[in-house]
């Protein structure tokens, strides 16, 4: 539990992806109080929370456009709850046959050049993709920028949840499995269908 700051801000930039992931970065760099990030359709929002000098101080250094606190709020519970337009639109896309992965990539990742739409979060290290690319592709592009992609939601049940595990990774699972659960009753098949 962490109390509430006395203060926050929340504020808009217009930029594309590239940009945005240079830019928080940048922030990241800084003695700002960013408590939250997130970019989607060239628009990237900033939470600023913490004492209100740091807050009035960082909002003067940044700029941007501020934006109302209600509706800053019920941007950030959206984002938070994944009922956001972004959400909304990618379970409309995964009804028509598109997927939604949960990218993990390391914060100075590039941008991950697959079709479909992206919401970037946590200054840049969680990406959500809603695309009608292969999951071998979603895979291999995660794993070239460092990063792993897990399936959120798709209709296709046949693609692994989770990223595969690399050999050495996998073999420790197995020993783990058979140490904690011999006779494999648990769970047989559930996070990986190997184990």
């Not at 519970?77 to 997927?99: M, P, S």
């Not at 897990?150 to 499995?177: C, G, I, N, Q, W």
């Amino acid at each position: 539990m962490l109390p509430l700051p006395t203060a926050s801000a929340t504020l808009r930039f217009e930029m594309d992806q590239a940009q945005a992931l240079q830019t928080l970065n940048t922030w990241g760099g800084e003695p700002l109080p960013v408590s939250a990030s997130a970019w989607w359709n060239q628009m990237l929002v900033v939470r600023l929370a913490g004492a209100r000098a740091a807050i009035e101080a960082a909002v003067r250094q940044l700029g941007g456009e501020a934006i109302e606190p209600a509706l800053a709020a019920a941007f950030w519970q959206g984002l938070r709850d994944q009922r956001d337009e972004f959400f909304v639109a990618a379970l409309a896309a995964v009804d028509g046959g598109a997927a939604l992965w949960r990218l993990g990539l390391p914060q100075t990742a590039a941008p991950i050049t697959l079709p479909g739409e992206q919401l970037v979060e946590w200054g840049g290290a969680q990406r959500w993709l809603c695309t009608p690319a292969a999951a071998a592709q979603v895979r291999d592009a995660a794993s070239a920028a460092g990063g792993h992609a897990t399936l959120f939601r798709s209709r296709d049940k046949s693609v692994e949840v989770f990223h595969p595990l690399s050999a050495p990774l996998a073999r420790f699972h197995r020993e783990l499995k058979k140490a904690f659960d011999p006779d494999r009753v648990f769970n047989r098949g559930r996070l990986y269908a190997e184990l």
